[in-house]
């Protein structure tokens, strides 16, 4: 008498150490921080962790310290802030910014109007380059707090930014590959993030003046205390103190999770919008798709702090 036994799956499985399928933790805020409404402007969100239109500020008018408390206090919930039909000169971007801290220069992109602006002007003949989820300087040993972008010229289509919000990705992390990097810290460097489009002799001079730099893997946001991953594909080269092989390898996994939509938003520009963004809660990734048409925008980057 034959038992016939119970069917099973066959025997199979995909490469490990990817992003597997299934429910996120989308959890925006801090655990404890209650909802709250916003008093001095209009906030609609764009995505369901990270992004957010304001309406009814005009950027080019001072700001009161209640509203520029309001405004931190959204840029800190939503991570990236976006304002529309905000005509103003790179002066009053620049004294936008400074509303959050100094400003600070990056000798590796051209400059605007001063030396604290940098201007990417993009077309068929000089392409983007941004095309690759980062965190901007993280090569700094204080990489910066966060950025002010203004479009100036629009590309009929294309060339969106994205946005991912790096406390959502850590959240949602395996407990086994979380308990593997609290503690670690990694190596930041400028070299490979501008090795491809820059003159050799410009890296050359600045390589003394910006050695590699080492950041916690997971570092503590220091006005939410959320905890963030702060790896990044254009300027982190290593783990501190692993295997070769196995750096390479975390390394890799920890990278994908900024490509997780469910932690992202994207952003279609118009002419005369501006994004406020938080550099040390996310990465971002500029779509190189609008060739041969042009898009140009200004940027001003805060001064940050050493994360920990």
Not at 50 to 59: K, M, R, S, W, Y
């Amino acid at each position: 008498m034959s038992i016939e036994l119970p069917a099973r799956p066959r025997s199979a499985s995909t490469p490990s150490d990817g992003i597997l399928e299934g429910p996120r933790v989308l959890r925006r805020l801090p655990e404890g921080v209650p909802e709250r409404p916003y008093e001095l402007f209009a906030l609609r969100p764009l995505g369901r962790v990270i992004g957010a239109e304001i309406a009814g500020v005009d950027l080019g008018e001072s700001l009161t310290p209640r509203l520029r408390a309001e405004l931190n206090r959204a840029l800190l919930e939503w991570k990236v802030l976006f304002f529309r039909e905000q005509r103003i000169s790179p002066q009053q971007q620049r004294a936008f910014a400074r509303n959050w801290g100094a400003l600070e220069t990056n000798p590796f992109i051209p400059q605007g109007d001063s030396a604290d602006v940098v201007r990417f002007s993009r077309s068929a003949a000089m392409p983007g380059f941004e095309n690759i989820w980062h965190t901007d300087v993280t090569w700094r040993p204080e990489p910066a707090l966060g950025s002010v972008l203004r479009l100036i010229e629009v590309p009929p289509t294309g060339g969106d930014t994205m946005w991912a919000d790096m406390a959502a990705a850590y959240d949602n992390l395996p407990q086994h590959v979380r308990e593997r990097i609290d503690g670690a810290t990694a190596v930041h460097d400028f070299v490979p993030g501008f090795a491809r489009f820059t003159d050799p002799d410009l890296l050359t001079r600045w390589q003394d003046r910006f050695p590699p730099v080492e950041h916690p893997v997971v570092r503590t946001h220091p006005e939410t205390g959320r905890r963030t991953l702060f790896v990044n594909q254009a300027f982190t080269t290593h783990l501190t103190g692993f295997d070769p092989q196995e750096s390479d390898r975390l390394l890799r996994y920890l990278f994908l999770q900024a490509h997780t939509p469910e932690f992202q938003v994207r952003f279609r520009w118009t002419r005369d919008s501006v994004a406020f963004w938080d550099n040390r809660a996310t990465q971002h990734y500029a779509v190189n798709d609008y060739h041969p048409h042009t898009r140009i925008a200004e940027r001003v980057a805060i001064v940050g702090d050493r994360p920990y």
